[in-house]
């Protein structure tokens, strides 16, 4: 493969930003250890997102994921966020309509990147798991499948049931402080397109085809509550392939699961 760093401007957000880009490369005779890929026209798009502490490099510093993917027909695409939650945040930038629509049209503008739906496909961890599933589930029409490997899936998880606990009373805001500039407060989050349960929930009353998923969590994940909650959600409701296996949150289990999920898109070779 080709590994590209892409700087460029985007209108969205009004900011020069980052990429890395990994595109492939034709079979090679002399290249030793590594193989290419079958040439294409178009190639499908992974867009594949770091998680809060991180940035457009971590998937290559912390993986193999170049060697991993180096014999598939796969532009991968790895953007750089920030700490945005992949949100139009209430105070600050339009992070969510720069992945969802202006990063799209970058890619295909400056790479030989389809734009079917069934070659576009999202993953990532924690943050970008969230990323990715929200990508999916807000973009039916332009994700065919979508990978969250320890994902912050379901945040609506404890602040629901903390109103259960205390009917017709304001949801302490002060729990959620950390999210605030992504999000607002609790309540303006409940139910809002951030809100990843209530955006399924309308999907599936409205309906709506829904890309297929996948989803791996270690059982010693901090996150492991809300994975199990989203699986409840989504089981028997779409194409769901759910992993849980000891692991915590920690880049060991992300290496082995972005293979799994390499595997696991259908992109054939």
């Known amino acids: 493969m080709a590994l590209m760093h892409v700087s460029f401007f985007s209108e969205s957000l009004e900011l020069s930003c980052s990429m890395d880009v990994m595109v492939p490369q034709p079979e090679t005779e002399g290249q030793i250890g590594m193989a290419g890929a079958p040439t294409r026209e178009r190639y499908p798009v992974l867009y594949l997102l770091h998680g809060l502490s991180d940035d457009h490099s971590i998937w290559q510093r912390r993986t193999s994921v170049e060697r991993y993917a180096a014999e598939?027909?796969?532009i991968i695409v790895m953007p750089?966020?920030?700490r945005s939650f992949y949100s139009d945040e209430k105070v600050g930038n339009r992070y969510f309509t720069f992945v969802s629509q202006e990063l799209p049209r970058l890619v295909r503008h400056f790479f030989p990147a389809s734009g079917k739906r069934?070659?576009?496909f999202a993953a990532g961890l924690s943050m970008g798991g969230y990323g990715a599933l929200k990508l999916g589930l807000r973009c039916p029409d332009k994700f065919s499948a979508v990978a969250s490997l320890s994902g912050a899936v379901d945040m609506s998880l404890a602040l629901r049931e903390k109103l259960k606990a205390s009917p017709g009373?304001?949801?302490?805001?002060e729990q959620f402080n950390y999210f605030a500039p992504q999000f607002g407060t609790p309540e303006e989050f409940l139910g809002s397109g951030g809100d990843l349960a209530a955006v399924f929930d309308r999907n599936l009353a409205a309906?709506?085809?829904m890309p297929k998923v996948y989803m791996a969590c270690g059982t010693e994940d901090f996150l492991l509550d809300q994975n199990?909650?989203?699986r409840?959600?989504?089981r028997d409701k779409l194409d769901l392939t759910?992993?849980?296996e000891p692991g915590d949150h920690e880049w060991g289990f992300w290496d082995k699961h972005i293979q799994a999920v390499l595997s696991w898109l259908p992109i054939g070779k």
């Not at 009373?169 to 805001?173: P, V």
């Open 228 to 230: 199990r909650a989203m």
């Open 118 to 120: 069934e070659d576009t």
């Open 72 to 74: 598939l027909p796969l």
């Open 207 to 209: 309906g709506v085809t």
């Open 232 to 234: 409840a959600r989504m």
């Open 242 to 244: 759910y992993i849980e």
């Open 80 to 82: 750089a966020v920030n």
């Open 169 to 173: 009373n304001a949801i302490d805001a």
